[in-house]
């Protein structure tokens, strides 16, 4: 099946550090990537559709300036969060969608990220 | 209005057991997929089963089976003879339309499935 392959699982920064979390298709092709944060025993919040070659698509609400979203190839998007506060620590995951009705979103491991 | 509802935030099942995790959606297209996702405390977000809207029959995967109720606009996830890996959090989800690259996904809440020995 589909692989998500999601790049680091843990960070752990400080304060005002700049944070990137790489996101790859191994054995598909992504036009498309999604990208979601989760806060603890709450569901998963969609954050912004990444576009291979355009701008990401940011729900309302997310800032895009904070977070800054790459989608450079069909394998690769990255999500940077910027200048991170202890108020952006959380769970981000991404996904991506395979061809076809009946294939589910495919989601990376999820990357936890801590700011202190 | 939610696209997604999952009213159970959590449940207890016996070990062997089977159990039912509700999940109704709305949608005004005639083509969706319902989907399950099983997601352990580790976080990665695990595929269980598909339903497609113009599915007739009720989908399986091994021991996990979706009660598609189309008129009430229902996708119960059934778990039979549980076991202690089963316990996580369960998400259900829906795809709107026919498949093409930007079909965002809706997500419920989840259930958090808790399966005692």
């Known amino acids: 099946g589909a692989v998500v392959s999601q790049h680091p699982s843990w960070v752990i920064c400080k304060s005002g550090t700049s944070v990137k979390i790489e996101c790859r298709s191994l054995d598909f092709q992504a036009t498309t990537m999604f990208w979601y944060r989760q806060f603890p025993k709450q569901s998963l919040m969609l954050m912004a559709t990444?576009?291979?070659?355009?701008?990401?698509?940011?729900e309302q609400g997310v800032e895009k300036d904070k977070f800054l979203i790459n989608h450079a190839s069909l394998t690769l998007s990255t999500l940077t969060v910027t200048s991170a506060h202890p108020e952006d620590s959380s769970f981000y995951i991404c996904s991506a969608n395979s061809r076809g009705d009946n294939q589910p979103q495919h989601f990376g491991d999820g990357t936890r990220l801590s700011i202190l | 209005a939610q696209k997604i509802t999952q009213t159970q935030p959590g449940m207890f099942v016996q070990e062997k057991e089977a159990v039912t995790l509700d999940c109704t959606y709305d949608?005004?297209?005639?083509?969706?997929?319902l989907f399950w996702y099983k997601q352990p405390s580790s976080g990665e977000m695990i595929f269980l089963i598909y339903q497609g809207s113009y599915d007739e029959q009720n989908a399986t995967e091994g021991r996990y089976s979706l009660n598609f109720q189309k008129a009430r606009k229902s996708a119960n996830l059934v778990i039979s003879a549980s076991q202690l890996g089963d316990s996580a959090m369960y998400f259900c989800a829906m795809r709107e339309g026919p498949w093409n690259n930007f079909n965002k996904f809706y997500f419920g809440s989840g259930t958090k499935l808790n399966v005692k020995p």
């Open positions: 949608t005004s297209d005639q083509s969706y997929g």
């Open positions: 990444s576009n291979e070659g355009s701008k990401a698509t940011y």
